[in-house]
């Protein structure tokens, strides 16, 4: 049986997508080129929510409805996705 360790090396360390605050406590700004999709999951892979955009440049997330955890945001710009670590507090 193999054991995978998760470690922030398996984040993407993409700078062309940056999401602030991190961590957050409500409202997340995610910036990048031509946005055309953000998922967000959890840490065990469950989505938790999913939305398609026209190319934005900025989208502001509201995680409010979102429990106090870490999560994984997918953030898809120009056809390329970027998995990033967020926490929310």
Known sequence: ??????????????????LSPNPTSGTL?????N?????????????????DYKGLDTVNLNLDALSNRIYIINVTCDKETSAI?????
């Open 35 to 51: 946005i055309t999709h953000i998922a967000i999951t959890d840490m065990l892979g469950k989505q938790m929510n999913t939305a």
């Open 29 to 33: 700004t995610v910036v990048g080129k």
């Open 1 to 18: 049986m193999r054991t995978a360790v998760l470690t922030n090396a398996a984040f993407s360390k993409d700078q062309t997508v940056k």
């Open 85 to 89: 670590k967020i926490i929310k507090q």
